[in-house]
């Protein structure tokens, strides 16, 4: 068996070796000649409520064909608002029945970070493409089965990092390479909010074995955005666990300050939280700096350059994220953010884990 960075090199380099799956994609689609693809959302929480349902009536290459619920009212509501069809609804024990619905071509997961991995392999193996949202699952070892299982289903994956498809986040990302500003010497970045359950102890987002958490819910934006901003992947990590109510917090990290050291001496202070508001990604190099507040805000991302303002944006990020990798599909070419990148994340993300766990620097 393949170890962990044996796993990670071989999959960034296959692209090469899909040959099959490509031809065998264009086929398809020669066959069904679609323009928009379907879409079906599991899991109607917040984010596909308030987000993604109104994105797919922006998106010009894809549309909401399908639900998948655990809730019969939320399905009656959702069929009612957005004309979706009797056989397109879905519950959790049917949703395998899928294989057989062409209306549906992409399965976005929507679901508590727990539920991804297998979400994903069923999705997968019912032939449909996959859209999983952030982070991509529990453990590096679980992103390996989702990345297998679209691979053996001919099936693209991609994570729903938003912000690899937002203008300003993109020229931040390029100045890794061209380095306008010199090379890089600090980076401070920091993703957070202030959460509002105050009585609800018991919900998934406050225990860490299901995904919940500063670190699993927040933490791949600052993360994320240190390897982006680098271009490069950190060496080593050393954590803290900042909480200042440990009766709320039993079960899961308040604030997590994590510190990264990249190649070249390059460190990063990052914190995540979700109980304190912070939002911004602030880049120190030899010759300038730039700087994003907020740097990960559904919208209004403000930047700053010591040559001058960052002002490029997009009415809305969901919708091009997703018509983005729609694209992919429909010209089969590669997703911008396919399942390796989101396994390299959750390898940092293990690693910082146990940083705490030991309380000292873990070399990755």
């Known amino acids: 068996m393949l170890n962990r960075r044996k796993f990670i090199k071989n999959v960034a380099t296959s692209t090469a070796t899909l040959g099959l799956s490509s031809l065998a994609f264009s086929s398809c689609l020669s066959e069904n ?44 509501k959702w069929k009612e608002k957005y004309n979706i069809p009797e056989k397109n609804i879905y519950n959790y024990d049917n949703f395998d029945s899928v294989i057989n619905n062409k209306d549906i071509d992409v399965i976005y997961i929507v679901l508590p970070t727990f539920m991804h991995k297998d979400f994903v392999v069923r999705a997968a193996n019912a032939g449909k493409h996959v859209w999983c949202e952030k982070p991509m699952a529990m453990t590096a ?17 991609s994570i729903g990092y938003r912000m ?56 791949v934006y600052s993360l994320n955005a240190a390897r982006y901003v680098t271009g490069k992947e950190p060496i080593s990590v050393n954590a803290q666990v900042v909480n200042d109510n440990p009766e709320k917090y039993k079960m899961s990290d ?50 700053e350059t010591s040559k001058g303002l960052l002002t490029k944006t997009i009415p809305n990020q969901q919708a091009r994220q997703m018509d983005n990798d729609s694209l992919s599909i429909l010209n089969d070419t590669e997703v911008l953010v396919p399942g390796i990148e989101g396994l390299k994340d959750i390898a940092i993300v293990e690693g910082i884990l146990k940083s705490v766990k030991e309380g000292r620097k873990v070399i990755l």
């Open 33 to 76: 000649k679609k323009q928009k693809l379907g879409v079906a959302l599991v899991g109607l929480g917040y984010y596909s409520t308030d987000l993604l349902a109104p994105a797919l009536q922006l998106t010009e290459h894809c549309y909401l064909a399908g639900i998948v619920t655990g809730s019969p009212e939320k399905a009656g």
């Open 164 to 219: 690899h498809h937002e203008p300003i986040t993109q020229e931040i990302m390029s100045y890794g390479k061209q380095k306008p500003f010199g090379d890089i010497q600090l980076i401070s970045v920091a993703a957070g909010y202030r959460n509002s359950w105050e009585k609800a102890t018991d919900t998934w987002k406050l225990d860490q074995s299901k995904g919940g958490g500063a670190m699993y819910d927040m933490g």
């Open 254 to 303: 308040m604030t997590t300050n994590f510190q990264l050291e990249f190649p070249g001496n390059i460190i990063a202070n990052c914190t995540t939280s979700i109980g304190m508001n912070v939002n911004y990604l602030n880049v120190t190099a030899i010759d300038g700096f730039y700087n994003l507040s907020p740097f990960q805000a559904y919208n209004n991302i403000k930047g």
């Open 141 to 157: 070892e679980e992103c390996e089965i989702m990345i297998k299982a679209c691979k053996e289903n001919n099936r693209k994956l």
